[in-house]
């Protein structure tokens, strides 16, 4: 009897034991675990999610140039020949101010058929207004009373013709010799007159005026670039002229025709130059 009780007392024994040694075993995996996650989270870092465009940077070649609508190209409107010039390239000159001296006859034929028109035109007024009251009194039809007042206009617009031809010179300096003065504030970037020179209204311009308080880059887009580039962008402008300096610009214009010779579209960016570099 007392070898049955112990053959029943052994299983009993192995089987209070067995449950105790399996948690000890899920105890120590858990606490491994824990260590594990908590040296893991130690080196986690988060950052709040944002929405933004993508940055693409990608260099471009370009040239500079000034901004057509502040650049005024003067080309003499009547031949003659320049008795000297006041300016040189690259100076700035202001609205007004004398550039160069021109000998032309034609000049003086401008003159005199300007005061001509001025006496004319004074003529044309006086019997506008002589007519106005003779057609008040019933002396003059509707008819004559029109043809004086359309003197009077035509008149008035060969004198404004002119004064306009006449604008950008002085008054006669004697010889048939005037003076052309400045149409515009701004720099001289060309320069192709010197005394003596012979100009005409057909030939090149004798020189040009810039405004350079902004300027345009002309930037080339080649074909791989195409998806990048977008007018409304902003763009960094860099010169091997001034090392380590950016200059703020935007792309206000994209060609949609490449061009034949460098085989790209061309981006303009407009670039604001207040310091005139």
Request: hydrophobic fraction near 40%; aromatic fraction near 6%.
């Amino acid at each position: 009897m007392i070898q049955k009780q112990f053959l029943f007392l052994i299983p009993a024994f192995c089987l209070y034991l067995l449950p105790a040694c399996s948690e000890n075993k899920e105890r120590t995996t858990t606490s491994e675990e824990n260590k594990i996650n908590q040296q893991f989270l130690k080196n986690i870092k988060t950052i709040e999610v944002v929405k933004a465009d993508q940055e693409t940077e990608m260099t471009l070649t370009r040239k500079v140039i000034s901004d057509p609508e502040k650049t005024i190209a003067y080309i003499p409107l009547v031949s003659g020949i320049i008795e000297r010039t006041y300016f040189s390239l690259g100076n700035k000159v202001n609205k007004g101010q004398r550039l160069m001296d021109i000998r032309s006859t034609e000049l003086n034929s401008l003159q005199a058929e300007l005061i001509s028109t001025e006496s004319e035109l004074a003529v044309a007024r006086r019997e506008w207004q002589t007519a106005q009251s003779m057609h008040k009194d019933g002396m003059l039809s509707e008819r004559e009373l029109l043809e004086a007042e359309a003197q009077v206009k035509q008149a008035e617009a060969m004198l404004a013709k002119l004064t306009a031809d006449l604008s950008v010179f002085s008054s006669n300096k004697g010889n048939g010799t005037f003076s052309v003065t400045n149409p515009a504030s701004g720099y001289i970037i060309t320069k192709d007159v010197t005394s003596g020179t012979t100009v005409s209204a057909e030939g090149e311009p004798a020189f040009t005026i810039a405004d350079l308080s902004s300027v345009w880059i002309i930037a080339n887009v080649y074909a791989s670039n195409l998806s990048f580039v977008r007018e409304g962008m902003d763009a960094v402008i860099t010169t091997l002229s001034y090392p380590g300096e950016q200059f703020p610009g935007k792309i206000t214009a994209l060609s949609q025709v490449f061009d034949p010779e460098d085989k790209a579209l061309k981006a303009r960016i407009a670039m604001p130059n207040p310091e005139l570099n």
